[in-house]
């Protein structure tokens, strides 16, 4: 596992949102798996990662997989890792997969998340937007 990986792991693990700060670029892309488009941008990804952080319930990672992958942005290969994990959000158990792309200098530029199964997914997208409106993040829906 690189140096970051395990940063971002030991961040997530213990919920510190600080630590994560400093391990994505500025143009960080999140792909979400409620989401069409991106979250771009570090301070919307830390954003999200706040609401994420308060909607997982045991949130644990399970596995690691390491090597490249071609990055959605510009199609290039770049190193990349895949921790997967298992949680609890709105009741659902979650089964996910994050599939972290990295620049140059070793920081997270791309950031995938899959879900399973789609009963997890729309309940974590419920949970995801309710968190993301009160943080002011989001609009509420009309």
């Not at 994420?52 to 290039?76: I, K, N, P």
């Not at 879900?115 to 509420?140: K, N, T, Y």
């Amino acid at each position: 596992m690189t140096t970051t990986a395990h940063r971002f792991r030991a961040a997530v693990e213990s919920r510190d949102l600080a630590a994560l700060e400093d391990l994505f670029t500025e143009d960080i892309r999140l792909w979400s798996p409620v989401k069409f488009t991106p979250f771009e941008g570090r301070p919307m990804v830390l954003g999200l990662f706040g609401v994420l952080l308060r909607t997982f319930e045991g949130f644990r990672y399970v596995g690691e997989l390491a090597g490249a992958a071609q990055t959605s942005a510009d199609g290039t290969s770049a190193p990349a890792e895949i921790l997967v994990f298992r949680a609890t959000a709105g009741g659902k158990e979650i089964h996910g997969i994050d599939l972290l792309h990295f620049a140059e200098d070793g920081r997270i530029k791309e950031f995938t998340v899959m879900v399973r199964p789609q009963s997890a997914v729309h309940a974590l997208g419920e949970a995801v937007l309710a968190g993301l409106v009160e943080d002011g993040l989001a609009p509420a829906a009309p």
